[in-house]
């Protein structure tokens, strides 16, 4: 196996459920995946199919009302599910770090740039408080902040979305972690500047060789920086692999028809083409059958499979459902 093969982290059968006025909803559901060290993993899917809920699995940071029925997510030989808040705080931040779509979540408004960026540092790093100040600017520099020493002393509102985003990242690096956990970190960011970060993103992944998991629903994006690719539909995964598997050869249905879609997508709003049809609402998810299948009404009902699996079709690419075998895009005045 060559090293850039390497497994980082896997989540085996992962499902969560909300409990909300006594009933108990599933939003993600088997989820199974796995980030390489040193890549980059994209998880793309509709608004609502469990992206958020299943990276904020591995870190534990789920509100109160959610739960675990089943799964692993194995990291380093452990099952990060199974650590106590005190192992959990010696991973947190320092080994994975998050980053969200709005930096204003996570900054302080009432804090300097500085004071916050060194209080990150210091609690991953043992340094002096002047250590850890130089470290800041050089951070800041790092990230394409200019004039970093002037920079520093200002609050975050002062500083422009993409700059938070900056500042965000420089946190995130600043334990130099195995894995970045980016939740749609470009989707509030105007054309220009998304590229920007996510340009940045890959440089400093190549300076520090770490893992990228990146969410967004922007399937270009995914194209130009992502090795690996999971698509969730409805809670469930239907289907991941290498980029090229997917991209090249998609297989779900789902797949196939958001690839389809995607000149006719709305590119500046970075937004998933649109499929006709709804998401089903977790409370109205089919049970025991493909989710997918009220997608696809010309499909018959016997293509699909009783209780679909994730299977694997070929080295490292999956697929859920039997469907995509006799799957062909509708016709729209001959075949597609
Ligand atoms: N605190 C909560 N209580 C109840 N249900 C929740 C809660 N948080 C999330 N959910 C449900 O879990 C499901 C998955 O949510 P999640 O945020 O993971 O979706 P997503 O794919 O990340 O969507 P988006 O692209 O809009 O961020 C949603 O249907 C949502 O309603």
């Not at 040193?38 to 299943?54: A, D, F, N, P, Q």
């Not at 890959?202 to 770490?210: A, D, F, P, R, V």
């Not at 090229?244 to 028809?257: A, G, M, N, S």
Request: aromatic share 4%; glycine share 6%; net charge negative.
């Amino acid at each position: 196996m060559a090293p850039s093969d390497e497994t980082l982290l896997t989540i085996e059968n992962l499902s969560v459920e909300f409990i909300s006025d006594n009933v108990s909803l599933r939003s993600v559901d088997d989820v199974s995946l796995t980030v390489r060290k040193g890549k980059t993993l994209g998880i793309v899917g509709e608004s609502g199919s469990g992206k958020s809920v299943t990276v904020s699995t591995i870190l534990q940071l789920l509100p109160a009302n959610a739960r675990v029925p089943e799964g692993k997510i194995m990291y380093n030989n452990q099952d990060l599910l199974t650590l106590n808040e005190k192992e959990l705080r010696k991973i947190r931040g320092n080994e994975i770090a998050m980053i969200f779509q709005d930096p204003m979540t996570s900054l302080n408004p009432v804090f300097t740039i500085e004071n916050q960026l060194i209080e990150a540092i210091r609690l991953h790093q043992k340094m002096t408080k002047k250590q850890a100040r130089d470290e800041a600017v050089r951070l800041l520099g790092l990230v394409g902040i200019k004039e970093p020493e002037k920079r520093l002393k200002l609050y975050p509102h002062e500083f422009s979305g993409g700059m938070r985003q900056r500042v965000m990242i420089a946190m995130a690096i600043s334990s130099i972690p195995s894995l970045i956990i980016a939740d749609e970190p470009t989707t509030a960011l105007d054309v220009t500047v998304q590229k920007q970060i996510i340009d940045l993103l890959q440089e400093l992944q190549m300076k520090i060789h770490t893992s990228i998991i990146f969410i967004t629903h922007d399937l270009e994006v995914i194209a130009e920086i992502a090795d690996d690719v999971v698509i969730m539909y409805a809670g469930e995964v239907v289907e991941s692999g290498s980029k090229e598997q997917v991209f090249h050869h998609p297989l779900h249905p789902y797949t196939r028809l958001l690839i389809d879609a995607i000149p006719k997508a709305n590119k500046s709003a970075g937004r998933l083409p649109t499929i006709e049809g709804n998401v089903p609402s977790l409370a109205d998810i089919p049970k025991g059958i493909c989710r997918f299948s009220t997608r696809i009404p010309w499909i018959p009902e016997e293509a699909h499979e009783k209780n679909p699996q994730l299977r694997e079709v070929e080295p490292g690419h999956f697929v859920r459902c039997t469907c995509y075998k006799n799957f062909r895009l509708k016709e729209t005045g001959g075949d597609q």
